[in-house]
């Protein structure tokens, strides 16, 4: 699989593979992180969430880590399919407070 | 219902028209959040209401944007005198508690252009 920072706003992958898409977040205090899945045309859909006294966290094909050391946070998704391809987002929060989105990441997958 | 429901989905406003967007979030759901996302990037916090009660309205961009939610449930976005700027997706979003609580779900979103 490959891997991108934000920097990157596009990651192509081929199908069947892995892909890995990275995020680092600004605010030292946030203590809830989210990664969303929006497709053309509609709203973003939730994928995983992980809270700050967690490292690591898994859902069906994918994975979400946490390094708060260096704050940057990473969603893996296991043997990407087409139905994968969509701008991906990550958020961060704090206990009663707003999420704040990072700039999206566009996941292609290449048949 | 069974998800964040927004109306309309697709708005077209003559520039100094007033709009009005409405959200109704999950049944049961006491946070309700407001987003607004221009083309090509993420989405950018309005305002959250706990219940009935506007807690954040920091993001709101001027005082042409209010938002309410008088009974707790269905909420309304109003855009006064509407600018070219104001065109945008307004993203709605609820949650059964508030930030760090349980997931936050977000609706298809209100597509405003003004021309």
């Known amino acids: 699989g490959e891997s991108v920072g934000l920097h990157l706003p596009t990651l192509s992958v081929q199908e069947g593979d892995n892909s890995i898409i990275n995020c680092a977040y600004s605010?030292?205090?946030?203590?809830?992180f989210i990664w969303y899945k929006q497709e053309s045309g509609k709203g973003p859909q939730f994928i995983i969430d992980i809270r700050s006294n967690m490292d690591k966290r898994q859902g069906q094909r994918v994975t979400v880590l946490l390094n708060k050391t260096v704050k940057h946070l990473s969603l893996q998704i296991a043997a990407t399919q087409p139905g994968d391809s969509a701008v991906y987002f990550c958020?961060?929060?704090?206990?009663?407070?707003?999420?704040?989105f990072g700039k999206g990441i566009t996941l292609s997958v290449r048949p | 219902g069974a998800g964040v429901s927004q109306s309309p989905r697709y708005k077209v406003a003559k520039r100094g028209q007033d709009v009005a967007l409405r959200c109704d979030p999950i049944s049961g759901h006491v946070s309700l959040f407001w987003y607004q996302q221009a083309l090509g990037q993420g989405p950018e916090f309005l305002t959250y209401f706990q219940n009935e009660a506007q807690l954040d309205k920091s993001g709101l961009p001027s005082d042409r944007f209010f938002a309410e939610r008088p009974e707790g449930s269905v909420s309304t976005l109003k855009i006064q005198r509407t600018q070219q700027e104001d065109s945008a997706v307004y993203l709605c979003a609820s949650s059964s508690r508030g930030i760090g609580g349980n997931t936050i779900y977000f609706g298809e979103g209100s597509w405003l252009t003004v021309v």
């Open positions: 605010n030292s205090a946030s203590d809830y």
């Open positions: 958020a961060e929060g704090e206990a009663n407070s707003k999420l704040t």
